[in-house]
């Protein structure tokens, strides 16, 4: 089989970067374009070069619907508009479409879902293969533990971060919750401020920090009586978010339209 012909959007962003440098590395895919938002700086710039590589031939470009055409995926780590567009486009051309997106709200996610009955979604509020492997622990610790213990998941993030809880922190709240049966939205504590009273019982709490150059840290507290089990991530390098999402991508050429998680990638959604 060919090589897998990959799009990288936002492709002048630090992410954008990354996954161009894990395109490069990764045996079985090369990149077949990038892209930029119209009006962006990097317009022309040489992707290759703008990564630290030597030079691609590929230049940035802000034509999406050519791009797309010509390809056979497409890596997305941009924003909430930005993944709402490029899945329609996705959609349309009948690729796949990997989502490191985070901030989607629960209306882009229907969007989503109708882009997949197209296109092959393969999307994850973290494309680190730790991570995903820490949510699926963190499903059968609190199926394990039941209610008895209460849940926090603390996250930490670099000071230019936009949204909080972090896409990652949701996710680990989600397995939390799915772990339990119970609907995450209905048991989530996202602020605690002035007189909270008591802790109410079954719910999920989340801290959010920020602050440096901090990538991603992550850890899930189940707090019982006289005990503390706790699962933690650090992420040191972007590096690791390209790599899952390239090979995100490689899993997802040839299989049928739907909305996929890294845990499917991986294998573990029955863990």
Known sequence: MSDMRLVVVGAGGRMGRALIRAIDEAPGITLSAAVERSGSPFL?????????????GIKLTDDALAAFAAADGVVDFTAPQATRAFAELAAQARIVHVIGTTGLEPE???RLDAAA?????VRSGNMSLGVNLLGALTRKV???LG???DIE???????????APSGTALLLGDAAAAGREVPLAENAV???DGHTGPRPEGAIGFATLRGGSVVGDHTVIFAGAGERVELAHKAEDRAIFARGAVRAALWGRGKKPGHYSMADVLGIADL
């Open 142 to 144: 609190a199926a394990t």
């Open 153 to 163: 998941i603390v996250e930490m993030h670099h000071r230019h971060k936009v949204d």
């Open 117 to 121: 009955n197209h296109a092959v979604i």
């Open 44 to 56: 022309g710039e040489d992707a290759g070069i703008l990564a630290g590589l030597s030079a691609s």
């Open 108 to 110: 882009d996610i229907a």
């Open 147 to 149: 209610s008895d213990f």
């Open 190 to 192: 996202r602020v605690r």
